[in-house]
């Protein structure tokens, strides 16, 4: 069993910035694809940002394009989220996922709702 745990959401003023952090337990976090998603309220869950098990290779919604960063750090068996300028539109609470390796590392993959492990979540709140 995974469990996976975020921290570092909070309060922020637009152009502000934050970095998540979702810690896992397990010893076979180096061979998981990690993704960051969020809901805003009243909305459905939205990919965010998707990282291939090395950290070498990234997916990023439009949205949050040139402004966040997803990265891995396979010896501390956690995965990143550097958010930066944030708008309010940002708001939401954000969810760390994983998949094991044999769901593979593609566009459509980071687009599914279906992950095999999540979070709880963190929420972060941009005013404005």
């Known amino acids: 069993q995974v469990q996976l745990v975020e921290s570092g959401g909070g309060l922020v003023q637009a152009g502000g910035s934050l970095r998540l952090s979702c810690t896992t337990s397990?010893?076979?976090?180096?061979?998981?694809?990690m993704g960051w998603f969020r809901q805003a309220p009243g909305k459905d869950r939205e990919s965010v940002a998707f990282i291939n098990r090395n950290g070498i290779s990234t997916y990023y919604a439009d949205s949050v394009k040139g402004r966040f960063t997803i990265s891995k750090d396979n010896a501390k068996n956690t995965v990143y989220l550097q958010l930066n300028g944030l708008k309010p539109e940002d708001t939401a609470v954000y969810y760390c996922?994983?998949?094991?390796?044999?769901?593979?590392?593609?566009?459509?993959?980071?687009?599914?709702?279906?992950?095999?492990?999540w979070g709880h979540g963190t929420q972060v709140t941009v005013s404005s």
């Open positions: 397990g010893r076979t976090f180096i061979s998981y694809t």
């Open positions: 996922a994983a998949d094991a390796p044999s769901k593979g590392f593609t566009w459509s993959r980071f687009q599914s709702p279906d992950h095999d492990y």
